[in-house]
């Protein structure tokens, strides 16, 4: 039996409190469902750190979970052939506690691709040999754990939620993403897109190097134009693009 991993189960308890610490959090009419997939997804989410933590050179931080990736693995940026398939993590998964009709979770058995999630994981998963050297380089979190969800199933993001709203989830959220910065010990933390970077920046000050890779998401034009080579580009003057 493999030994314990104080990093993981320190990455756990950090996650398990700011699980705690967001669900207490209410909002108004205009949400119509939130996902917390640290508590039904669980146990992808512990399967991934269980298996992957370890220090690393730089953290990537993306906004908050896409209905088709991490909404249903428990995995950042977790579509599910990439969690399943590359990350070898097939766990089964729970229910919210309010589910939307039009945003149902069904787990490692979602039919739907996160596309963020693909280009992601996907463009790794052509530069490395396998998870665990990935690993050795980079970790992949979330700023925000929770899915926001409109009367029309249209997913909200964080930043659009009113002031009074914002606030205590982006305290609950800084907390979390100083914790976990100081337990990985990254040289660089690394923004997946405009609000990552911007929050990683405010929270963290000038302790660490910053670098900001466009979103991966098929709303963005210049992403659909070929995110890998944009990805490469930001990557490999610093070194983190094996062979360049």
Known sequence: MPSPNPLAASMIQAMHNLSDDVSRLRFGSHVAAVYNPLVYARAGAEAYLQRYVQPCRAVLVGMNPGPFGMAQTGVPFGEIASVRDWLGIQVAIGQPEHPHPKRPITGFSCTRSEVSGRRLWGFFRSLYPGPERFFADFHVANYCPLVFMEESGRNLTPDKLPAEERAPLYSACDRHLIRIISLLGP????????????????????????????????????????????????LSPLGFVPGC
Do not use: C, M
């Open 187 to 234: 040289v660089w933390v690394i923004g997946v897109g405009a609000f990552a970077t911007k929050r990683i920046r405010e929270v963290l000050g000038e302790r660490y190097q910053y670098l900001t890779l466009p979103h991966p998401s098929p709303a963005s034009p210049l992403a659909n134009r070929g995110w890998d080579d944009l990805a490469r580009s930001a």
